[in-house]
């Protein structure tokens, strides 16, 4: 019974534009060459804790409310390996870009799912820090598979897309939240994460 809701919403993301102003910019454009589903990451992590990340945070310009969420989290100190799966890679213009898919509820009309309404949901769901430890495991993955790598010129940015909220005829300002962070900041992360190196050989 679900059939048609799912191919429309499946369509609904592969046909919106994933950036108003570049033409032919999305995801049905993408080969299959183009694209790693379920990249998978392992990486070693010094001993950190949560208000370490905090303290990154901060001074980074993050609101207080997401600080007050990220603090809900209740993580105690630790060092190990961060181990995940980004849902999805691909190559554009010679740019690379990752992609997280959202299944969350935020109202049944699209005006629900507007940029105000999915940086809300990602302050609340401490999604800006899951983006920014996706981002370090795809800079150390590109670091090692790329020639010549640099992330201001090969790193394309983030996507979050709430797909309940995804309309072709829309665009992009509904479902979908776009974040590129700043090479200072991935840099920092990855010497508080993982050392001076800022380099690991454990991303797959």
Avoid at 46 to 68: C, H, I, K, V, Y
Avoid at 149 to 160: D, K, L, P, Q
Wanted: proline share 4%.
């Amino acid at each position: 019974s679900w059939d048609d809701v799912i191919h429309e919403m499946v369509q609904n993301v592969l046909s919106v534009p994933l950036d108003s102003g570049r033409k032919g910019f999305t995801l049905s454009a993408i080969p299959r060459k183009d694209r790693l589903n379920e990249l998978e990451f392992c990486f070693p992590l010094r001993a950190t804790d949560m208000e370490t990340l905090s303290g990154f945070l901060s001074r980074r310009g993050f609101t207080l409310e997401a600080l007050q969420h990220l603090e809900d989290l209740r993580i105690e100190p630790f060092r190990g390996f961060m181990k995940g799966f980004i849902d999805l890679v691909f190559r554009h213009g010679g740019r690379f870009y990752l992609v997280d898919w959202k299944s969350n509820y935020l109202g049944h009309r699209v005006e629900d799912y507007d940029q105000a309404a999915l940086r809300k949901a990602m302050e609340e769901s401490s999604y800006h820090l899951q983006s920014l430890f996706y981002t370090l495991a795809l800079h150390q993955y590109l670091t090692i598979r790329v020639p010549d790598y640099e992330y201001r010129r090969h790193f394309g940015g983030v996507f979050y897309i709430f797909l309940r909220g995804v309309r072709a005829e829309k665009g992009p300002e509904y479902g979908i939240y776009k974040d590129s962070p700043p090479v200072e900041w991935v840099e920092e992360l990855s010497t508080q994460l993982i050392g001076k190196e800022g380099r690991s050989d454990y991303v797959k």
